[in-house]
């Protein structure tokens, strides 16, 4: 990867921005990047916050401790990733990228990219020298005074005022000096960042700030709009969106702001204050045991704007078209004629932990007492779809002093479900699955009973546009009821327990005027526990596996939660990425003893029912037998795996003996099973050459073990002994059809990449 490539990936895993701290006569990255930059993303990660484990542990993992020096005898052998990991940690910096223009020429063009920091000197002198040949001068030029070296074709650095700036092109770097000394249309004159500064006041460790119009000019994103069925008239719409995450003593404090085109927002009747009101629904709900709790206004309007976001003949409409032709049917109700018009008003919808399994969610609209009578529809429907049904009751209940309909009935996997409707002598529409209503609505006090709103909730205000709030310990506490009712382990119970730990509660409310929209929010959290947690194991299980295929580095594994799919298959051993990720994709599964027995063989038909299941669900296209094709062997028919195998047969991917058969039930050699594989397999022209003994160039299985060996599918059971003979075991087999089926999809996203950009016209399968 290029090494300026090699920043970007880098800095966007970051996904924030935060500003430099002005210094006289020192500029900041907003003030030299022009006006349209599209990306700026920054970090200080000198600073307290929660990526310092996941830093320590890439300085271990990924970074040396040399340090590349400047000699006599010209320039020592650098190392970029210590340049590159003393960029980002020991002082802030800025990333910024601005997309380039398609062209039918060029449909996906490399962007702009920049990269601010304060390297030392010797860092400086080392990244100069980092791409160059020991004999060569770096080669530079004169910008106004200033020295842009070139450190490669898509690298060139220089210092400029105590500010060290990296860009990918000569004419990139020369664009930031001449905004900056000809007082030239930066970032940090658009009206987009000025307004920002109003509403984005918290001090922060990370940000972002995304300028959403190049969307408009990307051909993929195009691509996108149509594939969804999206409207591209929104493209456009959003002018500027800025994130900033700051740490507190109890949690995360986070700011956003979003700006869009006037003119186009007016246009589709879509102004972010066209939701503005005043918060007031949650004095009606309790707030004790809650989960979720978020507050909003004018259902029918949102649900309108949503419908507009969509093309007439895209799917989503057709979808919600056939969902209301069917409600209608079902019920003589049309929703947007006799539902969605009585909900213009506040809304408000409640998830409470009530220990009961079904969600306990309660939804409230205002309405009008025209709503009544399609209440009354709704309640009929109900009772004439549970006719059959002998656990269905229904009871009247007084609540609000208004009497609620409760309809009650039971399920085999939820146990007892309860759906209350009515409507308050106000004019409140109220919907729930709580089993005891009367003790959450007006009944128990309000939300600010809940501490964790009650501490970020400072009044109702009339421009708010969206109240948020999420408790995580009542979500945990809900969690744990609901595994313990289908019999999980202490030990199980106790791993949520601990993930739970550190997470106390999230709140957002957000606001807006005319084209502008901003938002407050804080994660409480408890930083001690935070800091305990393994995010290595957490978020990517274990690091590496070792299988008895011989490797000289470890083979690293995808992301993967712990599982406990199989009573013999667990986290360290080297083949449990493979198994569960096969499991997953419903390719391989256990006995009813619930084992997988890695170490038994495989037999020839299990195996070809694996890798045709594998192809299928990556959609690999292969040709499909017909009921009326002729068997392909004397001795496969009527069995569970005679379709699999007699599409691997169709398709040239495996032959029988001479004698017409296939054997399905004889255990398959590592080496029939490259040759399965090899059926799909282009050979490299100069592939590289395996170093097993134990195949030679004359057997027929060497074509098929080189091609493996080349792919990285195998690489023996020692350095230099394949055991083509021996038979695969269940826990090989899913480990090469894995990485093969990983070289499938690679191959077929390299073949889509290349047939869009109209280098090929025809995919080569």
């Not at 003790?439 to 309000?446: L, P």
Request: hydrophobic letters at 40%; a negative charge.
């Amino acid at each position: 990867m290029k090494t300026l490539q090699k920043f970007a990936v880098a800095t966007l895993c970051a996904v924030f921005f935060i500003p430099f701290a002005e210094a006289q006569s020192v500029p900041t990255p907003e003030q030299m990047l022009p006006a349209n930059i599209d990306i700026v993303v920054s970090a200080d990660l000198t600073q307290p916050n929660p990526f310092t484990p996941l830093i320590e542990a890439w300085e271990e993992d990924m970074v040396g401790n040399n340090v590349v020096t400047i000699t006599e005898d010209g320039p020592a052998s650098p190392s970029e990733d210590d340049i590159l990991f003393r960029f980002l940690t020991q002082k802030p910096f800025t990333f910024a990228m601005n997309t380039v223009e398609a062209t039918e020429e060029d449909p996906y063009p490399m962007p702009d990219m920049y990269l601010f920091g304060d390297l030392s000197d010797q860092d400086f002198e080392d990244l100069i020298a980092s791409r160059l040949y020991e004999d060569e001068e770096p080669s530079s030029s004169d910008h106004n005074g200033t020295t842009i070296y070139e450190v490669s074709s898509d690298m060139y650095i220089f210092q400029y005022i105590d500010i060290d700036v990296v860009t990918s092109s000569l004419e990139s770097a020369q664009t930031l000096i001449d905004t900056y000394e000809n007082n030239g249309d930066s970032l940090s004159k658009k009206d987009f960042w000025q307004n920002s500064e109003d509403h984005i006041t918290i001090d922060g460790f990370v940000s972002m700030y995304v300028d959403p119009a190049f969307a408009a000019q990307d051909l993929e994103a195009q691509e996108l709009f149509e594939e969804l069925g999206l409207n591209k008239s929104l493209i456009g719409l959003m002018t500027g969106e800025i994130f900033r995450l700051g740490q507190t003593e109890d949690g995360f404090d986070f700011q956003m702001y979003v700006e869009g085109d006037q003119d186009k927002l007016e246009e589709l009747d879509m102004e972010f204050d066209k939701y503005n009101f005043t918060p007031s629904l949650y004095k009606t709900i309790s707030g004790n045991n809650i989960i979720l709790y978020t507050e909003n206004n004018g259902a029918n309007e949102w649900k309108e704007d949503f419908l507009k976001s969509f093309s007439p003949d895209s799917e989503v409409m057709d979808l919600y078209n056939e969902m209301v032709s069917s409600i209608e049917e079902e019920t003589g109700i049309n929703i947007d004629e006799d539902l969605f018009p009585y909900l213009g008003g506040k809304n408000m919808i409640a998830v409470h932990n009530s220990e009961q399994l079904f969600p306990a969610i309660t939804a409230v609209f205002e309405s009008n007492s025209g709503f009544k009578d399609t209440l009354n529809e709704l309640n009929d429907a109900i009772a004439d779809a549970n006719l059959d049904n002998s656990s269905y009751q229904q009871q009247l209940h007084l609540i609000s002093g208004q009497y609620f309909v409760h309809h009650m009935m039971k399920d085999p996997e939820f146990g007892d479900i309860d759906l209350w409707l009515g409507m308050t002598s106000d004019n409140l529409f109220v919907i729930s699955t709580h089993h005891e209503l009367n003790t959450i609505f007006r009944a128990a006090g309000n939300m600010t009973l809940n501490e964790g709103f009650a501490k970020n909730f400072e009044g109702p205000q009339d421009n708010t546009s969206s109240l948020f709030y999420m408790d995580f310990e009542n979500l945990a506490d809900y969690v744990a009821y609901g595994m313990t009712e289908q019999g999980a382990s202490e030990e199980e119970l106790q791993e949520v327990a601990d993930m739970a730990a550190p997470w106390h509660n999230l709140y957002l409310i957000s606001f807006a005027d005319g084209n502008q929209s901003w938002a407050n929010g804080s994660l409480g959290v408890n930083h001690e526990l935070l800091a305990q947690v393994d995010w290595e194991d957490l978020l990517f299980g274990p690091s590496y596996v070792y299988d008895d295929y011989y490797d000289e580095s470890p083979f690293p594994i995808e992301p993967n939660f712990p599982s406990r799919l199989f009573c013999d298959v667990h986290a360290d051993d080297w083949f449990y990425t493979y198994v569960t990720n096969l499991s997953d994709m419903d390719i391989v599964s256990g006995y009813s003893d619930g084992c997988f027995r890695p170490n038994d063989p495989v037999t020839r038909a299990e195996f070809v029912k694996m890798f045709i299941a594998g192809l299928e669900a990556i959609d690999w296209e292969i040709s499909p037998v017909m009921t009326s094709t002729p068997a392909f062997f004397s001795d496969v028919s009527d069995a569970w795996y005679t379709t699999y195998v007699n599409e691997a047969a169709a398709n040239s991917l495996i032959n029988g003996y001479p004698d017409d058969t296939f054997r399905p039930n004889n255990s398959i050699s590592r080496a029939e099973a490259m040759e399965v594989l090899f059926g799909l397999t282009m050979m490299d022209e100069n592939p590289i050459a395996h170093p097993f003994t134990d195949v030679l160039p004359g057997d027929w299985f060497n074509d098929s073990v080189t091609a493996m060996y080349d792919a990285g599918i195998i690489s023996g059971k020692t350095p230099d002994m394949f055991d083509p003979h021996a038979n695969i075991t269940r826990a090989e087999a899913a480990k090469v059809i894995n990485l093969y089926l990983d070289y499938l999809k690679d191959k077929m996203d390299l073949e889509t990449f290349f047939e869009e950009a109209g280098e090929i016209e025809e995919p080569v399968m």
